[in-house]
C-alpha cells in the first residue's frame, strides 16, 4: 500500500520574520512524521543563528541529527517541509536525505520562506536523490504559513495524497 512520510525541519526560538510554519499535517491522508532535528541545534538569537547557518552553508556541513528513521523503505513518497536557508535547504536536510537511499520514491518539497520562493532546493534535492521523482514544490511565505492550508491542499491534492 502506498505509504507517505512528512520529514520536516522547523525552528522554533526567536524569528526575524516570525515565519510559523511547523509541520504540514495531510488531511485524513495517514502519514508518519519524522522531525529533522539537529544534534547541536542552531542558536535561539535569530542574528547569531543566520551567521551559524551561513557558515555550515559555506563549509557544505552536514550537521548530525537527534535520530534518523531506521528505514524509508515503506514510503513510497515523502513530503520534504523545511524553511529556506540562504538560498536552500538548511544542511541538516542534506544530512538527512543523503542517509537513504532515494531511488524509486517521489519527493515533494514544501519550502517556506521569506522572498526567495524554493532557492536552489528543487535542484539540490535532484541532485541529492538522483533515483528519486522530485515533484514541483510548495513556495510559502513563513510569516503568512498558518493562511496557507487552502494551497497546501491544493498542491497535495495535484499530486494525488488527498
Ligand atoms: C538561517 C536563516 C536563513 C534564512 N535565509 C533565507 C533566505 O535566504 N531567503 C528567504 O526568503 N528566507 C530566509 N530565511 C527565512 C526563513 O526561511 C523563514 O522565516 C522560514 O519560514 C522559517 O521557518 P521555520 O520557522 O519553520 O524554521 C532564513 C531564516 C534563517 C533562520
Not at 526567536?14 to 491522508?29: C, D, I, L, P, S
Not at 542574528?47 to 551561513?54: F, G, L, N, R
Not at 487552502?150 to 495524497?161: C, D, E, F, P, T
Amino acid at each position: 500500500m502506498a505509504k507517505t512520510l512528512i520529514a520536516y525541519f522547523s525552528r522554533a526560538d526567536e524569528n526575524y520574520f516570525a515565519g510559523a510554519m511547523r509541520y504540514v499535517k495531510v488531511g485524513n491522508t495517514p502519514a508518519d512524521t519524522f522531525k529533522i532535528e539537529m544534534e547541536t541545534p542552531y542558536s535561539p538569537v535569530y542574528m547569531t543563528c543566520i551567521d551559524e547557518a551561513k557558515k555550515d552553508l559555506r563549509a557544505k556541513a552536514r550537521p548530525a541529527l537527534v535520530s534518523m528513521p531506521d528505514s524509508i523503505d515503506e514510503y513510497d513518497t515523502i513530503v520534504l517541509a523545511y524553511p529556506n536557508y540562504w538560498g536552500t535547504m538548511p544542511m541538516a536536510v542534506f544530512t538527512f536525505l543523503e542517509a537513504f537511499d532515494f531511488t524509486g520514491k517521489t519527493i515533494l518539497p514544501l519550502c517556506t520562506n521569506e522572498g526567495s520562493g524554493m532557492g536552489s532546493s528543487e535542484r539540490d534535492i535532484k541532485r541529492t536523490c538522483p533515483g528519486a521523482t522530485v515533484k514541483s514544490g510548495l513556495p510559502i511565505t513563513g510569516s503568512n504559513a498558518a493562511d496557507s492550508m487552502s494551497s497546501v491542499k491544493r498542491w497535495l491534492s495535484a499530486n494525488g495524497l488527498l
